[in-house]
């Protein structure tokens, strides 16, 4: 069976955004537009990650998640202002198939072993956001990539996994919505360290570059200018690759 592929998409109040190191968020549509697009392509899953709910301690879109899912034919994920557990079985009543943790998981890392006993650990994902600084080397952040907890992924993973994660989403932010590939040492180092599937995020350009994730370690992989953008000016158009081609590429 090939690897996962995965839209990751990013949600600003009721619209689609895309950024580049998670800033400059540029608004690409409705996202159920997109949604729709995606179920013509059959794509595997997608994710859902809501940027303003975190920076705005909102909470949940809600209204915004039943639209979703009254649409995807495909599972999918959602992260964003997640902090107690009745949202997180809201949103599982609502139709969202996995929790994505993020920032709740600097004070109050509890709740993913609270989610694995609600729904199980295949249901929980830990989004590890994760920057090199050229002293420290790689350092994991929250609150959308705004501050920085001192703690090296590797730590921030293991733990999780004891924690009940059932998977890692490890994004490199030096990397992400530039489209020139992964941090593959980041997917290996964070990759060989637990025994959860590791998907990897930030920087897919173009097909092989999911490969090279899958070499070093990742069982699934993540992207988003990729599917969302097309040619060097970066037009906006939903996109997703053929199945054969995919197929293919895996071998």
């Known amino acids: 069976m090939k690897p996962r592929v995965i839209p990751s998409l990013l949600l600003r109040n009721d619209g689609l955004v895309k950024t580049v190191r998670y800033e400059d968020a540029r608004y690409i549509g409705d996202p159920i537009n997109a949604v729709r697009i995606f179920n013509e392509k059959e794509v595997d899953e997608m994710t859902f990650l809501d940027i303003s709910a975190t920076t705005k301690s909102s909470g949940p879109n809600f209204e915004l998640m039943e639209r979703i899912a009254s649409e995807a034919f495909m599972p999918f994920a959602y992260g964003g202002g997640i902090t107690e557990i009745e949202q997180v079985r809201k949103l599982f009543t609502l139709g969202v198939e996995k929790i994505v943790m993020n920032t709740v998981l600097s004070h109050n890392p509890e709740l993913v072993t609270q989610v694995a006993e609600v729904a199980g650990s295949s249901s929980v994902v830990v989004s590890i956001d994760v920057r090199k600084k050229l002293l420290s080397g790689y350092r994991t952040f929250v609150r959308s990539g705004q501050v920085n907890t001192g703690r090296h992924p590797v730590e921030v993973a293991q733990e999780m996994q004891e924690r009940g ?87």
């Not at 173009?206 to 070093?216: L, P």
């Open 165 to 251: 994660a059932g998977e890692i989403l490890l994004n490199s932010i030096d990397n992400e919505g530039a489209m020139e590939g992964y941090d593959l040492d980041l997917v290996e180092l964070v990759s060989q360290a637990v025994d959860i599937p590791v998907i990897a995020s930030g920087g897919a350009g173009r097909n092989e570059h999911f490969r090279q994730a899958v070499d070093r370690g990742a069982s699934a992989v993540a992207a988003g200018s990729m599917f969302v953008y097309h040619g060097k000016l970066r037009a906006v158009l939903i996109t997703y690759p053929d199945y054969d081609d995919l197929e293919d590429l895996f071998g």
